[in-house]
């Protein structure tokens, strides 16, 4: 199978940016020491598990509230991904008579059938890949859901207690981190429409869409107040322990 005529450099960097930018994103700001603001609320969910840890079971309804409705949200972005990409695979049907009909508009750039194809499978991966990290997100929650249940009140200095605390903790992040991977796919996903536009209009918005996601983490005013939250709860956590207390 021979490639487009018309995929040059531009055409074939302009894809692989958007995926780049998009799977790199997280380890990116790790790796400028920032980190998602879900790392940074990581510690804020093993407060949380400690607090359940402590509390006797009939007391958990709350909980088990938040859970529910961090559970609705995955399947609602799941169920709506899954017809997203319904709608784009069944698209492939038809791929000669929709290239044929976008191509007569006279906004439309001239392009070639199989390069049309091949953004159109790009712009579908990108909502694939989203839909099984909804999917994974579910299933890391109910994983979370057992790990949850199995917490009993019990010595909090207690190794073992400590270990299950700590380990229920890391799941749930890891949902919510499968939740986040999905819904950033949408962003890219419109970098992703502008490929049937322009390359360079398409690298030029999914780097926006970049920068957008990057100054929600960092300057935004909710990535501001989450800071100060878990420096505050580290700085009370560490106090009470001075003073001889537990962690609660």
């Known amino acids: 199978m021979s490639l487009p005529y018309d995929l040059d450099v531009p055409h074939a960097m302009a894809p692989l940016l958007i995926m780049a930018l998009w799977i790199l994103y997280g380890p990116l700001l790790n ?3 920032r980190g998602t603001l879900n790392a940074q609320l990581h510690v804020v969910r093993l407060r949380w598990m400690r607090l359940m840890h402590d509390s ?7 909980d088990a509230i938040i859970l529910g409705q961090l559970s609705n949200s ?5 169920s709506g991904t899954l017809l997203v990409v319904a709608g784009l695979l069944g698209g492939f ?12 508009m006279a906004f439309f750039p001239p392009i070639s059938l199989a390069l049309f194809t091949l953004y159109f499978a790009v712009l579908t991966l990108i ?9 994974y997100a579910l299933r890391r929650l109910a994983y979370t859901t057992a790990m949850v249940g ?15 605390i700590a380990e229920t903790a890391i799941v749930l992040t890891e949902a919510v981190k499968s939740l986040n991977h999905g819904i950033r796919g949408f962003y890219f996903a419109i970098a992703a ?3 049937f536009a322009s390359p360079w209009i398409a690298m030029m918005v999914a780097v926006f869409v970049a920068a957008v996601l990057v100054y929600r983490q960092i300057f935004s005013a909710e990535a501001l107040a989450i800071e100060r939250y878990v420096i505050a709860m580290n700085t009370y956590e560490t106090e009470r322990v001075e003073r001889g207390e537990d962690f609660t």
């Open 74 to 78: 995955m399947s609602f972005f799941g």
């Open 193 to 195: 429409l502008f490929l």
């Open 93 to 104: 049907t038809a791929i000669g008579g929709l290239h044929s009909r976008l191509t007569q």
């Open 150 to 164: 199995g917490l009993t009140a019990t010595d909090t200095a207690n190794p073992h207690a400590r270990t299950m």
């Open 31 to 33: 790796a400028f020491g």
């Open 127 to 135: 909502m694939v890949i989203s839909f099984f990290s909804f999917v």
């Open 56 to 62: 006797p079971r009939h007391d958990r309804v709350f």
